[in-house]
């Protein structure tokens, strides 16, 4: 048993927060899911770094521009990111036919640029699902404002869904009961709930990275003794906002809410946790992984974390250590002048932005490869 099938059996499924068409096809894939890798998930910066950094790319380009000259750039961008996801889910199949539907999925983001666009994301989310035309892709949906009435309209048209970009447990409970709203407006229509499958993606060590940034600030401003208590604070951020959304999540699965959807079959929506890797080389490789294992809960990785995770990684349940420290750490916070509501609307703002960033950089180098094509 590896250690993913041993993090499995505790609760957590470790997803791939990578994608790229040669781990597709030449067995890269298959190996970790032998190894009990359980789901992959992508996004433009990932697709970014795919198809600018290789050639394997272009000879579809050069067809699909042979065939349809006048094909707008990202319509050609989503016919590439398809064709990786549809092959990565037929790899992932067999995994979500054994887990009865919990494992086994791919994700793909809508346009970036649609973010703050209701209407437009609803298009896209049905065109893409109907496109990849397989049952085990979730469609990833920004937990914007805008976000949100996307995600009911979504799953109430019988589509999976990853939201994304979740930063406070605030918004975590909005996008459950925007979930939420769309499997009642199927229960009332009559129509199945049981197979739609959704995870709350929750946005992990950004927060640290900018929290640290403002305490050394205030610490270079402070005398000794304030400076040092200033810098203990430092790496504590993410974790504890973390454990906090997962104590509303636990609230909300124990509510009648809940119970009643559960009863026509629906299955939960998973908290997600996303961007996992250690980005202060400072502190452990699995700081947000080992003190975020639980029952219910997806951690979609990069390369280096997933590798990590193989070398030296563990399998004991920490979500639920010290939610009562982490109120107290963002009290603490808060009276040192870091307030947390604030940091988390800013990383939401910054995280559409880079998005955006990565699509325009996409759109570039795919209009290069076509243009040399």
Known sequence: MTILHQLAAAGQSIWYDNISRSMVRNGTLQRMVDEGLLGVTSNPT???????????????????????????????????????????ADILLPVYQRTAGKDGYVSIEVDPTKAR?????????????????????????????????????????????????????????????????????????????????????????????????????LAAQAQAEKAAHLRALAGRAAVANTRLVYAAFKEIVASARWRALQANGASVQRPLWGSTGTKNKSYSDLLYVSSLIGADTVNTVPPATYAAILSHGTAVPAIDSGVTDAAVLVGQLHAAGIVMSDVLESLERDGVAAFERSFDGLVRTVDNKRKAS
């Open 117 to 217: 666009d209701t209407e437009g994301t609803i298009r896209e989310a049905a065109e893409i699902w109907t496109s990849l035309n397989r049952p085990n892709v979730m469609i990833k949906i920004p937990a914007t404002v805008e976000g949100l009435p996307a995600i009911t309209r979504t799953i109430a048209a019988g589509i999976n869904v990853n939201v994304t970009l979740i930063f406070s447990a605030v918004r975590y409970r909005q996008v459950v009961d925007a979930w939420m709203q769309g499997l009642e407006e199927r229960v009332t229509q009559g129509q199945d709930i049981g197979t739609i499958a959704s995870v709350a993606s929750v946005f992990v060590s950004r927060i640290d990275t900018l929290v640290d940034e403002r305490l050394m600030v």
């Open 46 to 88: 990932i697709f970014e770094n795919a198809i600018s950094g290789s050639a394997d790319y272009d000879d579809q380009i050069t067809a699909l521009v042979t065939e349809r000259p006048s094909i707008p750039t990202p319509a050609l961008i989503r016919t590439l990111m398809e064709e990786d996801i549809r092959g990565a």
